[in-house]
């Protein structure tokens, strides 16, 4: 499968933007996906995931409450809704997706086999 991100951008604290991760070349209701993030610096962290059924979903104790993240199989789209942004969120934010049982998701990068290419954003003071 192949993975691409969108959505990102500038914005200000506060502000919100929703990401896009768009499956390609199988049946993306097959997979799990996985969001992360990577700031200057920085090893790449977990964000959020959702498991196949869209019914199973895990956030990182940083985004819950702010970030949501839902999909829509028959676009073959993970969305990425993140709200009430701050300047901490600065990172490039990746998509990942791996064929999982139905309700079963991960937080580490390692259980990912497909990635996407990463979308900036930048949330400024």
Not at 29 to 35: E, I
Not at 66 to 90: C, G, H
Request: a positive charge; hydrophobic letters at 35%; aromatic letters at 10%.
């Amino acid at each position: 499968v192949q993975l691409q991100a969108s959505g990102g951008g500038l914005v200000q604290a506060g502000d919100s933007l929703r990401l896009s991760c768009a499956a390609s070349g199988r049946t993306f209701s097959n997979y799990a996906v996985g969001w992360f993030r990577q700031a200057p610096g920085k090893e790449r962290e977990f964000v959020v995931a959702i498991s196949r059924s869209g019914g199973i979903t895990d956030y990182a104790d940083s985004v819950k409450g702010r970030f949501t993240i839902s999909r829509d199989s028959a676009k073959n789209t993970v969305y990425l809704q993140m709200n009430s942004l701050k300047p901490e969120d600065t990172a490039v934010y990746y998509c990942a997706a791996d064929i999982r049982s139905l309700h079963i998701i991960v937080r580490v990068p390692t259980g990912y086999t497909y990635w996407g290419q990463g979308t900036q954003v930048t949330v400024s003071s």
